[in-house]
């Protein structure tokens, strides 16, 4: 059974940090490009983030670039996303997808990717 299990959401102050980590299993994860995907209340999917599958190529959305850090550890089959100066418009929930296109580090359609996690709530005030 395939499943991406995100963690490491939760309550945090403007300008603190999160860890988020997506934990892979059912699948090879080490084929996979994997990428980061936030959801606002009432607002659509913004992509955040992509790495490729060996983890040595990434992309970021202008919104985070310099703040977040996308990173993977194919030996334990885990993603990780670093937030750093966090501001109230990054709370979201935070899900991570899977793509078998193992070198794309672009956004692709929703129905590009193969896998998706349930998310994890990041809510960021004081």
């Known amino acids: 059974e395939v499943q991406l299990v995100e963690s490491g959401g939760g309550l945090v102050q403007p300008g603190g940090s999160l860890r988020l980590a997506c934990a892979a299993s059912?699948?090879?994860?080490?084929?996979?490009?994997m990428i980061w995907v936030r959801q606002a209340p009432g607002k659509g999917l913004e992509w955040v983030s992509a790495i490729n599958s060996g983890g040595t190529s990434a992309n970021y959305a202008d919104s985070v670039k310099g703040r977040f850090t996308i990173s993977r550890d194919n030996a334990k089959n885990t993603l990780y996303l670093q937030m750093n100066s966090l501001k109230s418009e990054d709370s979201a929930v935070y899900y991570c997808?899977?793509?078998?296109?193992?070198?794309?580090?672009?956004?692709?359609?929703?129905?590009?990717?193969?896998?998706w996690g349930q998310g994890t709530q990041v809510t960021v005030s004081s």
């Open positions: 997808a899977a793509t078998d296109r193992g070198g794309l580090v672009v956004p692709l359609p929703r129905t590009g990717y193969d896998y």
């Open positions: 059912g699948f090879t994860f080490s084929g996979y490009a």
